[in-house]
């Protein structure tokens, strides 16, 4: 009795929308009451135990937990060992596989998590139509190496009582820019974050600069209550057309993910040839209305770390231009740093 992990798991993984971790563990527990039930020879019993063993080969080389006593289980079994972690919402792009790879490269164990948190939605059209691909992002993951650690839990596993957010105070942080758009947005991100630090206990955390106030919230928040924890800040990964990678951009059709390109292109023009906030501003209004299926949220130029609005832009100082779009239903943020 023979098959080969890739005809397993196109025959029955893909078919069934499932992951090998999980057909492992229905087969398996098929096959133990089958052999309860049945009074099996011994080349039969033989025939089952290595189609088990080959499950089993294919699960432990593709680690993927589904709830916090496993995850609590596999991190126990590293103690001692640096740990990085990049928590991410799935849909995994170039953006994200850099993330991983940076903490690969600076780590002994490495976990992902995958999970689309719904306290950070104040959209409910939002949440439903964030795009969701497990099973390529299990494979995205482990072509950078096999042996990643995948959590990819469930809304209940990670909310058993009650779908909210716990409260966290920001020291007005969390007021400007898309905590001013997307009310609670930062307290349901720090919730998520703060469960996933609970149970992995990092030493390390990876998050990208795209989204630089989440970025700064987030590193805030650890040196107070995670001081164990260090946060390491990526770099913006880009489309060809400048367009910063994000999940939500598979959303967008194609000419308007091409035509989302000026969005960078006006952000780099500002860095270079401008110096006062009034003509940054006044050129990014000027652009948007030669686009008119994109609409400006906000474009402010701010303080890098107290994210306060600055008038005159001084490369000496840590100073950052960010803004959001939308088109076609689908939110666009990015950022520069005005130097």
Same mark, same amino acid.
């Given at each position: 009795?023979?098959?080969?992990?890739?005809?397993?798991?196109?025959?029955?993984?893909?078919?069934?929308?499932?992951?090998?971790?999980?057909?492992?563990?229905?087969?398996?527990?098929?096959?133990? %009451? =089958?052999? !309860?039930?049945?009074?099996?020879?011994?080349?039969? &019993?033989?025939?089952?135990?290595? #189609?088990?063993?080959?499950?089993?080969?294919i699960t432990s080389s593709m680690p993927l937990i589904r709830t916090l006593t496993g995850l609590e289980e596999?991190?126990?079994?590293?103690?001692?060992?640096?740990?990085?972690?990049?928590?991410?919402?799935?849909?995994?792009?170039?953006?994200?596989?850099?993330?991983?790879?940076?903490?690969?490269?600076?780590?002994?164990?490495?976990?992902?998590?995958?999970?689309?948190?719904?306290?950070?939605?104040?959209?409910?059209?939002?949440?439903?139509?964030?795009?969701?691909?497990?099973?390529?992002?299990?494979?995205?993951?482990?072509?950078?190496?096999?042996?990643?650690?995948?959590?990819?839990?469930?809304?209940?596993?990670?909310?058993?009582?009650?779908?909210?957010?716990?409260?966290?105070?920001?020291?007005?942080?969390?007021?400007?820019?898309? %905590? =001013?758009? !997307?009310?609670?947005?930062?307290?349901?991100?720090? &919730?998520?974050?703060?469960?996933? #630090?609970?149970?992995?206990?990092?030493?390390?955390?990876?998050?990208?600069?795209?989204?630089?106030?989440?970025?700064?919230?987030?590193?805030?928040?650890?040196?107070?209550?995670?001081?164990?924890?260090?946060?390491?800040?990526?770099?913006?990964?880009?489309?060809?057309?400048?367009?910063?990678?994000?999940?939500?951009?598979?959303?967008?059709?194609?000419?308007?993910?091409?035509e989302a390109g000026f969005i960078f292109k006006t952000l780099n023009y500002c860095v270079q040839k401008l110096?006062?906030?009034?003509?940054?501003?006044?050129?990014?209004?000027?652009?948007?209305?030669?686009?008119?299926?994109?609409?400006?949220?906000?474009?402010?130029?701010?303080?890098?770390?107290?994210?306060?609005?600055?008038?005159?832009?001084?490369?000496?100082?840590?100073?950052?231009?960010?803004?959001?779009?939308?088109?076609?239903?689908?939110?666009?943020?990015?950022?520069?740093?005005?130097?």
């Open positions: 009795m023979g098959i080969s992990n890739a005809k397993f798991e196109s025959s029955l993984c893909g078919k069934y929308g499932t992951t090998s971790d999980d057909m492992y563990n229905i087969f398996l527990s098929f096959i133990l %009451g =089958a052999s !309860r039930i049945c009074e099996l020879n011994d080349k039969f &019993t033989k025939n089952l135990h290595d #189609f088990c063993a080959q499950l089993e080969s596999a991190r126990n079994n590293y103690k001692g060992n640096r740990c990085g972690l990049v928590p991410t919402m799935g849909a995994l792009h170039l953006g994200h596989l850099a993330l991983i790879e940076k903490a690969l490269a600076e780590n002994e164990v490495v976990w992902v998590s995958i999970f689309v948190n719904p306290t950070q939605f104040n959209n409910l059209n939002d949440l439903e139509n964030y795009p969701k691909s497990l099973n390529a992002d299990v494979d995205a993951i482990h072509s950078i190496h096999p042996k990643i650690n995948i959590f990819a839990p469930t809304v209940l596993e990670m909310y058993p009582q009650k779908i909210e957010a716990n409260s966290h105070i920001f020291y007005g942080l969390e007021t400007v820019m898309e %905590g =001013a758009d !997307r009310p609670g947005h930062f307290e349901g991100v720090i &919730t998520i974050v703060s469960k996933l #630090f609970d149970v992995v206990k990092p030493d390390c955390a990876y998050f990208g600069e795209k989204d630089f106030q989440q970025l700064l919230i987030i590193k805030n928040w650890t040196k107070t209550n995670r001081p164990s924890t260090k946060i390491i800040a990526c770099p913006i990964v880009r489309e060809a057309n400048g367009l910063a990678m994000s999940s939500r951009n598979n959303l967008l059709s194609k000419e308007a993910r091409q110096r006062t906030s009034t003509e940054i501003l006044a050129e990014i209004k000027r652009v948007f209305a030669s686009h008119p299926s994109f609409t400006l949220h906000y474009a402010i130029c701010v303080d890098e770390d107290s994210l306060q609005e600055v008038s005159q832009i001084d490369p000496y100082k840590n100073q950052r231009l960010f803004i959001a779009a939308s088109v076609e239903g689908v939110r666009l943020i990015d950022n520069i740093a005005l130097k």
